[in-house]
């Protein structure tokens, strides 16, 4: 009786160090893996989102390498409001804007590879002959090779860039705060005149 005691004993230590050793490490490492791979998928998902939003539509500097000419007449004057148009990112179209400074000069859209590495930034709207190295007064034509001076987004000043399309125009620095809620966007570069509405327009 003794014996068999023994061996049940036995056979039950056995069960119950497999059983443990089963749950311990097959149990534990597949858990490990669902979170490890869950918390990298939302890392790489909040990061590119951060960057894109970071690098493509918040403005690094309120700064214009040269000083271009104050428009004489504009159609939307300094301190008025008007409505934009333009839907250069989200939250922007529709919103009020205050007319922080106007000036005549060459608009242009152009398309660059970041200094700082990454996508292409393709008609990115818009630099003006200002923020342009040794441009000149003379609007360049598309197709045009330029080192930018801007330095409206990371990575952005320093960039060689190919002149997509251009206009002489009125360009607008802007405040606004987006439709889509969150903080006043201050000293927005650029809105170009057509980018514009007046805020009365639907009376």
Avoid: C
């Avoid at 700064?63 to 839907?87: D, L, W």
């Avoid at 001076?149 to 620095?173: C, L, R």
């Amino acid at each position: 009786m003794e014996v068999k005691n023994d061996y049940i004993a036995l056979i039950a230590t056995v069960s119950i160090l497999a059983f443990t050793a089963f749950s311990g490490n097959n149990g534990e490492q597949s858990l490990d893996n669902i979170n490890n791979t869950d918390t990298e998928a939302n890392h790489v998902t909040v990061n590119e989102s951060d960057a894109h939003q970071n690098e493509q539509t918040q403005p690094v500097s309120s700064e214009v390498p040269r000083e271009p000419k104050p428009a004489v007449n504009p159609t939307y004057k300094v301190g008025s409001k008007a409505i934009i148009e333009a839907n250069h990112m989200e939250g922007m179209k529709g919103a009020v804007a205050t007319i922080v400074a106007a000036y005549s000069t060459n608009a242009y859209a152009v398309s660059f590879v970041p200094t700082t590495g990454g996508e292409k930034v393709n008609n990115h709207k818009w630099v003006i002959q200002e923020e342009i190295k040794n441009a000149g007064s003379e609007l360049l034509k598309p197709g045009t090779k330029v080192i930018l001076e801007a330095n409206h987004m990371k990575g952005m000043k320093g960039a060689e860039a190919t002149i997509d399309s251009g206009e002489k125009t009125t360009v607008y620095m802007v405040d606004y705060t987006p439709t889509t809620g969150g903080e006043e966007v201050k000293n927005h570069k650029w809105l170009v005149e057509s980018e514009l509405a007046p805020l009365d327009r639907n009376k």
